[in-house]
């Protein structure tokens, strides 16, 4: 007799193994269909339902954020037939000035990815509610992709089952400044998927050094404010404290200006200036 699974991303891979059409969810004891079960009804319920087959299809678009499962076009921007540039996107200063780099380059349009924890809907790290996400692409008037992130769910995996959602990419696209680990794990864990898609992975802000950056946040009259804050900025940057030049300027030299090392984390309010073109 096998072990009962304690997972229930196990216990979902042994059912559809089995073609069960339910499962016990280890942790609340509840029957949770399986994607099997669910692909028998031939349509989304727009439930939001953890295993749905059809990319919550029937859920409408403003529901989506609160209750979507799976990954998902999270606003009415459909992304074009053509091949976009796909940016990774956490709503923060680097997302911004990364978008701003695309548009001066105007290689192809763009489409947003942005990632949340599933229960609590907000971006880690960022500590940004998925809410005020979509109320940035909808500004920018973009199409943005939201990827929920399950506990002991592989982060590749969910990212790889949501780029299947893209009709055609041209890059994945990633708003890193100067960290060699980061990028080389971007490098690692995203390269393989590019390959299968044909894509390649950019780097419009790499290198840029900060005076460049600032200046171009400037020039975007968006502003940015502090949305988390890490040990070591703990006592000299707080919640809420607008980021800029005159931030910068005052940090001490153990934390990086941007926050590179996470020391803090912003919130790009686009909202608050007219939309860019």
Request: hydrophobic residues 35%; contains cysteine; proline residues 7%.
């Amino acid at each position: 007799m096998s072990t009962p699974p304690t997972d229930w991303r196990e216990a979902h891979r042994r059912a559809v193994e089995r073609g069960q059409s339910y499962y016990i969810d280890p942790e609340t004891g509840l029957h949770a269909f399986t994607s099997l079960g669910l692909e028998q009804r031939g349509h989304c319920c727009g439930s939001g339902c953890r295993h749905c087959p059809f990319q919550h299809d029937s859920m409408e678009v403003g529901k989506r954020a609160a209750w979507a499962q799976q990954p998902v076009w999270l606003t009415e921007a459909a992304p074009p037939g053509e091949p976009v540039d796909l940016l990774f996107w956490s709503g923060g200063k680097d997302s911004l000035l990364a978008y701003r780099a695309l548009t001066r380059e105007g290689v192809r349009p763009v489409a947003l990815l942005t990632t949340f924890d599933s229960v609590t809907r907000v971006v880690a790290h960022q500590e940004v509610g998925l809410g005020q996400i979509v109320r940035q692409a909808e500004h920018l008037g973009l199409p943005l992709l939201g990827v929920p992130l399950h506990s002991g769910h592989p982060y590749a995996d969910r990212i790889g089952d949501a780029v299947a959602l893209v009709p055609q990419v041209g890059r994945l696209v990633f708003g890193d400044l100067h960290l060699q680990h980061i990028r080389e794990w971007r490098d690692s864990t995203f390269r393989e998927l590019a390959d299968e898609r044909g894509a390649t992975l950019h780097f419009p802000l790499w290198g840029v050094p900060c005076e460049e950056l600032i200046a171009d946040l400037e020039a975007s009259g968006v502003p940015c404010e502090v949305s988390a804050v890490t040990e070591p900025a703990e006592g000299v940057v707080e919640v809420g404290d607008e980021f800029g030049r005159a931030m910068m300027e005052r940090l001490p030299d153990s934390i990086d200006p941007f926050g590179e090392n996470g020391e803090f984390h912003t919130l790009a309010k686009v909202w608050r200036h007219p939309r860019e073109e």
